[in-house]
């Protein structure tokens, strides 16, 4: 079974540092992996999205993930962090088998933004 | 616009009212899913839709039922909500084959008392 871990539960950056939520995944094949962000009170955004191909994966908002194959990690980075980036962060694993389009979801990281 | 809709989108109810959420989808994809949030728990699969009248189990399914009689619809039926079911609750459509992408409704936050 396929399952995501974010070790860090809460991240607290400066406004204009730079950023790297972790995320390690388990899944028997090559596995899609996503990015979603939550804001207060809204529903999920995707941020990026990993298939095939090239390991560094740009997304919306300036952030960028990089998938490591030997690490079975996709950590989440952003170079300089904005107030408006405080969110929850979510990291998940997709099957990739054909037919499925199953889902699962790490606990998820909150991320605070000092001014 | 492309998008997930959720009615309603904040309940408080009593234990043991029946209740559905509905969820309603414009992208004509063919699979829909139904998630809980928690807490510290992340998003939890209940359940989910291939296509108009084929569903099955999540993780989480006790206590819940869905239908799909419309592939653009995809309600969530508490027949006898209980305390432990308060929750945020998510809708989700996606489109099926490679590179498939999951769109999310904005959310219900239900609260049984």
């Known amino acids: 079974a396929q399952s995501v871990t974010q070790p860090d539960i809460h991240i607290t950056v400066s406004e204009g540092a730079s950023l790297e939520l972790r995320c390690n995944y388990s899944?028997?094949?090559?596995?899609?992996l996503f990015w979603y962000v939550q804001s207060p009170g809204q529903g999920l955004q995707l941020l990026l999205k990993y298939f095939s191909g090239d390991t560094l994966v740009q997304g919306i908002k300036g952030f960028e993930a990089e998938f490591k194959r030997s690490q079975s990690s996709f950590n989440l980075r952003k170079p300089s962090v904005h107030w408006s980036d405080a969110a929850e962060y979510f990291c998940?694993?997709?099957?990739?088998?054909?037919?499925?389009?199953?889902?699962?979801f790490g606990k998820g990281t909150k991320l605070s933004v000092i001014p | 616009e492309a998008q997930v809709t959720q009615n309603p989108r904040y309940l408080i109810t009593v234990t043991g009212k029946k209740l559905t959420v509905t969820c309603s989808q414009n992208?004509?994809?063919?699979?829909m899913s139904w998630y809980r949030q928690d807490p510290g728990l992340g998003l939890r699969q209940i359940y989910y839709s291939m296509n108009v009248e084929a569903t099955d189990k999540g993780d989480v399914p006790e206590g819940y039922k869905v239908s799909r009689k419309e592939k653009r619809n995809f309600p969530l039926i508490l027949e006898s909500p209980s305390p432990n079911q308060t929750s945020l609750y998510f809708c989700?459509?996606?489109?099926?084959?490679?590179?498939?992408?999951?769109?999310f409704g904005p959310g219900t936050r239900l609260t049984v008392t």
């Open positions: 998940a694993v997709g099957d990739s088998g054909a037919g499925s389009y199953q889902l699962t």
């Open positions: 899944y028997g094949a090559t596995p899609y």
């Open positions: 992208m004509n994809h063919e699979y």
């Open positions: 989700a459509s996606s489109t099926t084959g490679v590179a498939y992408e999951q769109y």
